[in-house]
């Protein structure tokens, strides 16, 4: 589980060349891209002591919605 989210994790951080320019420009995409990363780190550290399993995967799917909602808008 751990190893999926660092590849989240590497896509939020990789723009393609030709979007790096924009998405730096846009503040509110690189403040999103930040909170998304947090939440990200956060979710990671609470897959191994976690005991309420189904909360996580409902905190994890969003937090994939909202991902995968930030990457088509940058």
Not at 4 to 13: D, F, K, P, S
Not at 20 to 40: F, P
Request: aromatic residues 2%; glycine residues 4%.
């Amino acid at each position: 589980m751990r190893q999926r989210l660092a590849g989240v994790r590497e896509a939020l951080m990789v723009l393609d060349t030709g979007q790096e320019w924009r998405a730096l420009s846009d503040v509110n995409a690189l403040r999103d891209r930040g909170t998304l990363l947090s939440r990200l780190a956060v979710l990671a550290d609470d897959v191994l002591d976690r005991a309420d399993i189904e909360d996580l995967l409902l905190e994890l799917r969003r937090l994939m919605i909202d991902v995968d909602r930030h990457l088509q808008e940058v």
